[in-house]
């Protein structure tokens, strides 16, 4: 049972962004530290990708593990509540997700996905391998 009334639940929801997340904005800014720079949310680009790399043709997703159902995180886990609405919900953002990498591989982009969890945990070793694969894909 969900410990907010239902509509205390629908004020909260609204309130989620969807992008310039805070995992997001903390990959952003460790990468341009590191002297990278990207463009954000290209609207041209399928999926509206939350990083860029034009220079590498290069997309990043930054994927929040509830959202886009991370079945290897405590996080990616479907609601008790609801459960037929949240199956639901999440499969068709799965198949989004999928349909958006494929047109970009499609267009010749090279595409990683970032989870949230692993940010929060493995902030250095992502800009590491980035870092490693931008290098790998320069046009």
Request: proline share 4%; charged share 30%; hydrophobic share 30%.
């Amino acid at each position: 049972m969900d410990i907010w009334s239902q509509k205390k639940r629908s004020e909260v929801m609204k309130k989620i962004k969807g992008k310039d997340t805070k995992p997001e904005k903390i990959l952003r800014s460790a990468l341009f530290r590191k002297g990278f720079r990207f463009r954000i949310h290209r609207k041209d680009l399928p999926g509206k990708p939350d990083i860029v790399f034009p220079k590498y043709k290069t997309a990043v997703f930054v994927n929040g593990c509830f959202w886009h159902y991370h079945e290897d995180c405590r996080e990616g886990r479907i609601p008790s509540t609801n459960t037929e609405f949240w199956k639901n919900k999440l499969s068709k953002n799965i198949e989004r997700d999928k349909r958006n990498i494929n047109s970009l591989e499609e267009l010749g982009w090279n595409v990683i996905v970032v989870w949230e969890c692993d940010i929060e945990k493995n902030l250095n070793q992502i800009i590491s391998q980035l870092s490693t694969n931008l290098n790998n894909h320069q046009s």
